[in-house]
């Protein structure tokens, strides 16, 4: 069995696997030990493979806290320059982070008539992606709840509870202004996503992350696909295994 782990800036994502499929997946902590709620079957596990977009530091904890949690070697993967007809457009690929390329990797292998993918998760990332599997470049945006502490953090008198509304109309309160602010904002993204989308051609949008959701909600026309970094990732371990 082959442990795959995704470790975002907010929340780590594991996933169980053997040759049949997903057998358990699920969310973890990292603190001075990684805890992977709910994770069976430790002993069976005969590698394992990170996306991770954390720091260093924690990387490093990590690795040391997998090898303590079982004895099957770890390995991280990273964004690469080119696989299987998918191209990055960054010039210095280590710049860019892994989940990002795990993502589009995941989406390249079953969208071919060109796409965009948006990771909604701590930072919202955007990438497109041509028929010719070319990497036309992305964007990087701050994520819904980091835009909400940088509100609370940065601004003496707004007092707000933070509520997901998928409501746009102008607020009326400082509340109001905060949360619909929030929602017409994201709309205004998956607007402008979908008309980037048409002018490239891009046939295909993908949404994954912890808020793909509330970008459905709020009107973008794309599918919705929780597992897309794990996509990449598990096709990457399989391609380097077989050689
Ligand atoms: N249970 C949850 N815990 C944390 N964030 C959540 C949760 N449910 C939804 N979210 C939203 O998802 C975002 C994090 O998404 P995720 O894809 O897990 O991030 P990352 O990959 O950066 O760790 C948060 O910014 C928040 O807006
Ligand atoms: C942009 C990101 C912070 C998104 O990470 P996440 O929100 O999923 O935790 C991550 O992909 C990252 O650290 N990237 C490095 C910079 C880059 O991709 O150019
Ligand atoms: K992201």
Redesign the pocket.
């Known amino acids: 069995m082959k442990l795959f782990i995704d470790a ?2 907010t929340r780590l994502k594991w996933c169980l696997e053997d040759g049949g499929g997903v057998i358990q997946s699920g969310t973890g902590i990292l603190d001075e030990q990684v805890h992977l709620e709910g994770l069976e079957y430790r002993s069976e596990i005969s590698a394992i493979a990170v996306s991770t ?1 954390a720091s260093e530091a924690r990387r490093e904890q990590l690795a040391a806290s997998l090898a303590d949690l079982c004895p099957a070697p770890v390995r991280f993967y990273w964004a690469e320059a080119t696989r299987g007809g998918l191209r990055n457009a960054y010039p210095d690929v280590a710049r860019m ?1 892994a ?2 390329w795990h993502a589009m990797y995941g989406a390249w292998l079953s969208h071919k008539s060109g796409f965009a993918v948006i ?7 955007v990438d497109y992606v041509d028929a010719r599997g070319q990497h036309l470049g992305g964007y990087i945006l701050p ?1 819904l709840r980091m835009m909400v502490r940088s509100l609370q953090n940065d601004a003496a008198r707004i007092w707000f509870d933070p509520e997901q509304v998928l409501e746009t109309a102008p607020g009326k309160s400082t509340g109001e202004c905060v949360n619909h602010g929030l929602a017409w904002l994201s709309g205004a993204m998956v607007e402008r996503v979908q008309s980037d989308a048409r002018t490239l051609g891009l046939k295909d949008i993908l949404v ?2 912890g808020d793909a959701d509330r970008l459905i909600g709020l009107g973008l026309s794309g599918t919705l696909h929780p597992d897309l970094v794990f996509a990449g990732l598990r096709a990457i371990d399989a391609e380097d295994a077989s050689g």
């Open positions: 975002g800036n977009v982070g989940d990002r990771d909604a998760g701590s930072a919202v990332t994520g994954t992350g």
